[in-house]
T-cell receptor
């Protein structure tokens, strides 16, 4: 089965840097996704990692270590609009392949 | 290109009733997945359809069912509604054959069961 853990809530200040961690235990691995979901809106794709290392995309970066079953999402130069839920999701390998989500981390950015 | 469209956006039902939710995927996307989102459980996978066939199914009771039509539009049905079925139901589509498997979500149908 799949088990994905991430903190429930985090708070940070505008302009700061925040790191949201995600650990996973899955039956096979075929990629890890990060999604952002603002209240009342659809989740939107942020990043995808399938190989170890850091993927940078503007203010957002995502890191993966497959041997440790660990990923983090790094948000730099935080803005008020970054207040949202951040969802870690794993795409397992094998025949029953569906994206499995963690419960999400609710990030609040304070002025 | 239009995004994933879900209808209705909001609905209220009473226990014992049944409900049908509709999803139109992004044009050209043949895979449609359904998720249930609740504050306590997060996003839980319901099922995935591709070319009118159910490919994967999550751990939900048989009251939850779905189907996909030849134009890739999908519907899900919940029969004999229970209070615990109150949730946001999200539909997502993706291009088959794209390795990343990135899902594009609709804004969801928020179901309240009284």
């Amino acid at each position: 089965g799949q088990n994905i853990d991430q903190p429930t809530e985090m708070t940070a200040t505008e302009g700061a840097i925040v790191q949201i961690n995600c650990t996973y235990q899955t039956s096979g691995f075929n990629g890890l996704f990060w999604y952002q979901q603002h209240a009342g809106e659809a989740p939107t794709f942020l990043s995808y990692n399938v190989l170890d290392g850091l993927e940078e995309k503007g203010r957002f970066s995502s890191f993966l270590s497959r041997s440790k079953g660990y990923s983090y999402l790094l948000l730099k130069e935080l803005q008020m609009k970054d207040s949202a839920s951040y969802l870690c999701a794993v795409f397992p390998s094998g025949s029953a392949r569906q994206l499995t989500f963690g419960s999400g981390t609710q990030l609040t950015v304070l002025p | 290109k239009a995004g994933v469209t879900q209808t209705p956006r909001y609905l209220i039902k009473t226990r014992g009733q049944q409900v049908t939710l509709s999803c139109s995927p992004i044009s050209g996307h043949r895979s449609v997945s359904w998720y249930q989102q609740t504050p306590g459980q997060g996003l839980q996978f319901l099922f995935e359809y591709f070319s009118e066939t159910q490919r994967n199914k999550g751990n939900f009771p048989g009251r939850f069912s779905g189907r996909q039509f030849s134009n890739s539009r999908s519907e899900m049905n919940v029969s004999t509604l229970e209070l615990g079925d109150s949730a946001l139901y999200l539909c997502a589509s993706r291009e088959q054959g794209i390795h990343t498997g990135e899902l594009f979500f609709g804004e969801g149908s928020r179901l309240t069961v009284l």
